[in-house]
């Protein structure tokens, strides 16, 4: 069974800083690229960040690029994501997903988490 599970998430203040970690199971993780998608309540799936198997190729949406650093390893089938700066835009549930393809207006992925919350508030 193909579990991404996903911690870290809570209440942080503006910025603030926290690091998401994705724990991945029941797939071949190495083989993937990993991406972290957002999702604020009643909106559409935002794409955050894309990271390459071996972890050459790293990839951020405009609004996070300059404040979040992606990272994988391998060895222990764990996804990250460092937030820096965060503000109140940067609230959202966010998503550890697998083989994702971005559309207009939508993202696909093999692979979903349940996702975490991430609160930026003073």
């Known amino acids: 069974e193909v579990q991404l599970v996903e911690s870290g998430g809570g209440l942080v203040q503006p910025g603030g800083s926290l690091r998401l970690s994705c724990a991945a199971s029941?797939?071949?993780?190495?083989?993937?690229?990993m991406s972290w998608v957002r999702q604020a309540p009643g909106k559409g799936l935002e794409w955050v960040s894309t990271i390459s198997t071996l972890s050459s190729v790293t990839l951020y949406g405009d609004p996070v690029k300059g404040r979040f650093t992606v990272s994988r390893y391998n060895a222990k089938n764990t996804l990250y994501l460092q937030m820096n700066s965060l503000n109140s835009a940067d609230t959202d549930i966010y998503y550890c997903a697998a083989g994702c393809q971005k559309i207009p207006g939508d993202v696909k992925c093999s692979y979903w988490g349940q996702g975490t919350q991430v609160t930026v508030s003073s």
């Open positions: 029941g797939f071949t993780f190495s083989n993937y690229a």
